[in-house]
């Protein structure tokens, strides 16, 4: 009876809290969930699949799945993109669901420096498995919720749905590249129990550069480049930074990153630390495939069991020849999509 009755006291304040979105390790494995200006910057039809199961040692822990395409209109100079994001947390099968469609424009400068705003629009939803929750009148019968519930706090149990928009901006060359997000502009209300749960305003800020690798030890016939970069990201109270260093040795690429603000203290009076995260992956011609780890360093030690993650991009080639090799000169130079 006590695990049930915290059970539903966990559901009751995960319904009606704001929180924070879910977040990607391999961030640049998801681009255009990053930065809506990253849509079309991608070489053809680009497809991207992303996947994270987070603290796997907890029953019913957080599981994310994204899902998108974008694709370069070289004509008029702009990306489009299309987005899904389902998130699932917690034993009541809590679940968000968000559809985005994203659009940026490509801005010529000179010495091949390009700017290129972007925005994003979509529709959000967000709704509880009914049947899986336990109230008080359920547990007087000890039967562990098989009788149906009386409890009149069942009727403002329902679903959420709402409007989202937000907007992002990047300038990139051949060797660095810089960027500024803004998600959830109007801080929609999703919360399920008609009171007011506003998503709160995400704001991101990421940069990064690449250095080619030309020695005796690297051959030239092979794509070889170091990338550091970061992201810092901060939504409602919470903040964090994602640091690190992205090797590429095609077929093969190795990165290692630290999640965590050293500077800051948390609560308890410790560094606000994360994750270290690890990352392998495999990138040919036309697909790459990553895997991640992340190794906890804060105070909650090993009990979640890290986090899992997967990402699969595949590049569709539709373009004639001439103009595929006139395009490939406009694209951002991140660590995992570019030679």
């Not at 547990?139 to 009788?147: A, C, H, I, S, W």
């Not at 190794?295 to 595929?324: C, P, Q, W």
């Amino acid at each position: 009876m006590t695990r049930l009755l915290t059970i539903w006291m966990s559901v009751v304040c995960l319904l009606d809290v704001s929180g924070q979105d879910p977040h990607f390790s391999q961030y640049y494995a998801a681009p255009t969930y990053l930065n809506p200006a990253f849509a079309g910057t991608g070489s053809d039809h680009r497809f991207i699949a992303n996947y994270r199961n987070q603290w796997p040692n907890i029953t019913n822990g957080f599981v994310t799945y994204a899902f998108s395409y974008d694709y370069h209109m070289s004509d008029l100079k702009s990306g489009i993109g299309l987005m899904a994001v389902v998130d699932k947390a917690g034993s009541a099968g809590l679940r968000s669901t968000a559809i985005n469609f994203m659009y940026s424009y490509k801005i010529q400068l000179a010495n091949k420096w390009i700017v290129t705003p972007g925005l994003y629009f979509g529709y959000g939803r967000r709704d509880i498995d009914y049947n899986r929750l336990v109230f008080g009148d359920q547990l007087e019968f000890q039967n562990d919720g098989q009788v149906p519930t009386q409890d009149l706090q069942t009727n403002d149990l329902g679903k959420a749905s709402y409007f989202d928009f937000g907007t992002g901006l990047l300038i990139y060359n051949k060797t660095f590249w810089a960027g500024f997000s803004a998600s959830h502009i109007n801080t929609p209300n999703r919360s399920l129990l008609g009171k007011e749960s506003s998503i709160p305003m995400k704001i991101s800020v990421h940069a990064g550069f690449r250095i080619p690798l030309y020695s005796g030890v690297f051959k030239k016939q092979r794509s070889s480049s170091l990338a550091p970069s970061f992201v810092y990201q901060r939504q409602g109270e919470f903040d964090q930074l994602d640091v690190g260093l992205h090797f590429l040795y095609e077929p093969v690429m190795i990165g290692l990153w630290y999640r965590g603000i050293p500077v800051q203290q948390n609560v308890k009076d410790n560094i606000s630390q994360d994750a270290v995260v690890l990352i392998l992956g495999m990138r040919f011609e036309q697909m790459e495939i990553g895997y991640s780890y992340d190794f906890t360093v804060s105070e909650l030690g090993n009990i979640g069991g890290g986090a899992h993650e997967v990402s699969v991009k595949y590049n569709l080639d539709m373009a004639f020849r001439s103009s595929k090799i006139k395009k490939r000169d406009k694209f951002i130079p991140c660590p995992t999509f570019i030679k």
